[in-house]
């Protein structure tokens, strides 16, 4: 299963630290609809970055500025697998969820930036299925659209055969 995610780019050049915490910074002002002020011709100031984020609500007051930190880095690792993954071929069911609303970021940081339907999953998985869910790359995984996008993968895990947890109970 793939979250409105394009097929890695082959030798794709991996953005450095600062630059994926950008992107991040960018794609959660799009999500809260608010502004993050953080200096970007600076390294990143993990404090002022965790005030800002206290400040549109997207981390509570308590979180420690460490753990913050290793929240970060851990986001940024995650970004790093991203890039280095270059998959190859599968050959068995395969799902992709694409958000029906796109986030354009600045150019070169746009997510799931293909004019394929498939996003480029097609050549590596033939037997791909493409579903278009209700909100963003982000808001799809929100609360009030995860009921609706938990009934689309029970009814994909069944047509596949997949056992579901309700007939195993």
């Known amino acids: 299963i793939m979250a409105d995610q394009p097929v890695p780019a082959p030798q794709a050049v991996l953005p450095n630290k ?3 915490i950008f992107n991040f910074i960018e794609k959660m002002q799009l999500y809260t609809g608010q502004s993050i002020h953080i200096e970007e011709d600076e390294p990143v ?16 007051q308590e979180v420690a500025p460490e753990d913050f930190r290793r929240f970060i880095e851990l986001m940024v690792r995650h970004n790093q697998i991203i890039y280095d993954h270059q998959p190859s071929g599968y050959h068995g069911p395969a799902l992709l969820l694409k958000a029906k609303e796109k986030i354009h ?3 070169g940081l746009s997510l799931a930036e293909t004019n394929q339907e498939d996003y480029g999953w097609r050549a590596l998985c033939p037997v791909l299925q493409v579903l278009e869910v209700e909100g963003n790359h982000i808001s799809m995984m929100a609360p009030d659209n995860t009921a609706i996008l938990a009934s689309h993968l029970e009814k994909w895990m069944k047509n ?10």
């Open 18 to 20: 600062d630059e994926i």
């Open 105 to 107: 970021l600045k150019p």
């Open 160 to 169: 596949i055969g997949f056992p579901s947890a309700i007939d195993q109970s």
């Open 45 to 60: 100031n993990y404090p002022s970055l965790l005030k800002e984020f206290v400040k549109v609500g997207l981390v509570p």
